[in-house]
């Protein structure tokens, strides 16, 4: 996405800081190299789940509880979330949860092998709703371009917000990108037996409509 090497590798430095450590924390450490996903896991596990942006960790959490053989790779920005999903994490005994502090707005593509994961969970990313920002989001043709190739084929997609012109919008971005397929509606304003974040909560407790996407890969 950037183009200035200069710039690229100040933002690669800032990547592999954290004052964060833990041996549950996958950490790259060499541009180029990819994250060996399946030696970081339990052996057991067969398949694999990836979610941008997962906040305090509910959704992961209880996603993990009830599938020990499904690796869970939670990548958030903010440290002080990934330590409160650790606690609960530690607390539960649950050894199928990763964590990646970096920014995948940045070095996505670069970390993480081709074809990997069976889901890949998008819940309520920044809308950015001033049109000079909209560079700023995260549904952008190239991400979806790299969220296809990180997927297996037939492997899927769940998006959520609560804004109704981001949630256009994507959808307008996923009908010029033909790769992804879906049944049914484009969208849906509920999501049975998924588990609800925090932040999912408070917003349905305001009143807020919840748009709810799924995408698959073609095969």
Known sequence: MLVNPEIQEKLWKFTIRTPYQSDYLLQPNERGKKIDLKNSFPKDTNRFV???????????????????????????????????????????????????????????????????????????????????????????????????????????????TDYGPYARRTISLFRKFPNFAWEGNEYEFERPGFPISFFEAEKRNEGKRIYYLKRTKKI
């Open 50 to 160: 990836l979610e941008l942006g997962s906040g305090w960790g509910e959704v992961a959490i209880e996603l993990a509880k009830n599938d020990h053989q499904t690796g869970y790779l939670l990548m958030e920005k903010k440290v002080n979330r990934i330590i409160h999903t650790e606690k609960q994490r530690k607390t539960l005994g649950l050894e199928n949860i990763r964590y990646m502090t970096v920014n995948f707005q940045w070095f996505f593509d670069e970390l993480l092998e081709k074809e990997i994961f069976d889901t890949i969970i998008i819940n309520f990313p920044d809308p950015w709703p001033k049109k000079k920002h909209w560079k700023n989001r995260l549904m952008q043709p190239y991400m979806l371009q790299q969220i296809y190739d990180l997927l297996k084929p037939g492997g899927e997609l769940l998006f959520a």
